[in-house]
């Protein structure tokens, strides 16, 4: 009873206020009416800016005649009267009572995020950071509560995408210490239309400079933490879900996380994280994919690869260049993994190398081999880390590796030979004639122990 004589008062309040907007908007139509032609462009140009349109397209509109400016000014105060009845305080307002209904604040989310879209840049930055914080407030519950708030979830992820349309509200999100790692937790696969609208603002955040990536980064990562599982695992499992354009999202969010870093290392970092959660057998199913847009995704994925590919195998022919002292190369590599979790293994890589045979011979071919095999690890034709799962051991194709090593050693043994030759021009004719003459001989003694026979 209590509730209803509220909401009587509270209608009856608004309703006042309401006419009393419509009264101010029939005294601002009739001042439209009465400006002057100066008067008319400066509020044409406040409208213009408040329509958060572009310079492109605010040109055309800044040379309307007179006549069509006061006109399209006067219907907009007219818009402005209609839109009162719904203002961001009355949202605001609305949204902060505890005691609200689901479906009721469901209907108000969804009415909420029609007028951020529809309604011009001045009400949306009068929404501002106190709206934004209730639509966050109203997120938060989201991940408290079951399914049957998918709907409100949805709406309040396309409520930020709104808010984020402009400069103003883009910079109050990314001001908050909370909105972007609520938009990273609800990138879920078993919510496919709420993640898609994540993955799409994620991706477009990141691409904000100066620190978009960064934030990007530190909110999917604490996401990562908050869910306790990797930070990338959603991203991966959204390739794998039933829903195209979400798969396209996705492998757009990862092109842009891989690629946007200046620094080589950092961005093979991150794609090699991508590929340890499981991208690299992804990548595999994805090939069939008949979509054009996840095709062109994985164009994309891969030519970024490739090209970090050759500018890392380029830093390693100028290390070849620039460190050729043994002993200078050794105690980088050893100060590099010394008390880390590597320095066990590459104790194991000396103690093996101490096994070859102490042969003058055989040692160097044991360390060609060795270089090749190492070769194909570090600098792997993927641009990717190898996959180091136990159950899927990396692949050395060794027996082309043999094969060369045999070719150069029979190519060496041919060089060494024809220079031997070339001490003795006369050799080969002498060996000729020498065994030319033994076959004679020998020819001779046979014939001779004929005659001896018959006689």
Request: charged share 30%.
């Amino acid at each position: 009873m209590n509730f209803n004589k509220k909401r009587e008062k509270h209608g009856t309040k608004k309703f006042n206020s309401n006419v009393a907007g419509i009264l101010d908007d029939g005294d601002q139509e009739v001042n439209i009416g009465k400006m002057g032609d100066r008067e008319i462009v400066t509020e044409f140009e406040k409208m213009l800016e408040n329509m958060n349109l572009t310079e492109e397209k605010k040109e055309p509109l800044r040379r309307l005649p007179i006549s069509k400016k006061r006109e399209m000014l006067t219907m907009n105060s007219k818009t402005a009267a209609r839109n009162r009845f719904d203002s961001p305080a009355d949202y605001i307002g609305f949204l902060s009572n505890s005691e609200l209904s689901l479906s009721k604040k469901s209907s108000c989310i969804e009415s909420l995020r029609v007028a951020l879209t529809n309604n011009s840049l001045e009400w949306v930055q009068e929404f501002g950071n106190k709206g934004l914080e209730q639509v966050l407030e109203i997120l938060n519950e989201c991940f408290r509560n079951k399914s049957e708030w998918d709907k409100v979830h949805y709406e309040c992820i396309k409520c930020l995408k709104a808010i984020m349309n402009n400069k103003v509200g883009l910079k109050n999100l990314f001001n908050h210490n909370e909105a972007l790692i609520l938009l990273a937790r609800s990138i879920s696969p078993t919510h496919p239309h709420v993640a898609l609208e994540a993955v799409k603002l994620m991706a477009a955040v990141c691409l904000v400079p100066p620190d978009g990536h960064d934030k990007t980064l530190e909110a999917i990562t604490v996401a990562g933490e908050v869910k306790g599982e990797d930070r990338f695992q959603p991203i991966v499992q959204g390739l794998l879900s039933n829903n195209e354009p979400l798969r396209v999202a996705c492998l757009t969010l990862i092109n842009v996380l891989t690629s946007s870093p200046e620094d080589l290392d950092f961005r093979m970092h991150l794609r090699n994280e991508f590929m340890r959660v499981g991208l690299i057998d992804v990548l595999e199913e994805l090939h069939d994919d008949p979509g054009d847009e996840v095709q062109l995704q994985m164009k994309i994925f891969y030519e970024h690869k490739d090209e970090d590919f050759d500018e890392f195998a380029q830093r390693f022919d100028n290390i070849r260049l620039e460190l050729d002292d043994v002993n200078e190369v050794f105690e980088l590599v050893k100060n590099s993994v010394t008390e880390t979790g590597a320095e066990p293994y590459f104790l194991s890589v000396l103690q093996h190398l101490l096994c070859i045979r102490d042969d003058f011979q055989i040692r160097p071919a044991y360390f060609k081999l060795i270089e090749e095999c190492v070769s194909q690890i570090v600098l792997h034709r993927s641009g990717c880390d190898p996959d180091f799962r136990a159950t899927k051991r990396f692949e050395i194709d060794v027996e082309p590796l043999v094969d060369h090593l045999v070719e150069r050693g029979k190519l060496e043994d041919a060089n060494s030979t024809s220079g031997s030759f070339s001490l003795a021009p006369g050799l080969e004719a002498a060996i000729t004639e020498k065994q030319e003459m033994e076959a004679r001989l020998a020819q001779a003694q046979e014939r001779i122990d004929q005659l001896e026979n018959m006689l």
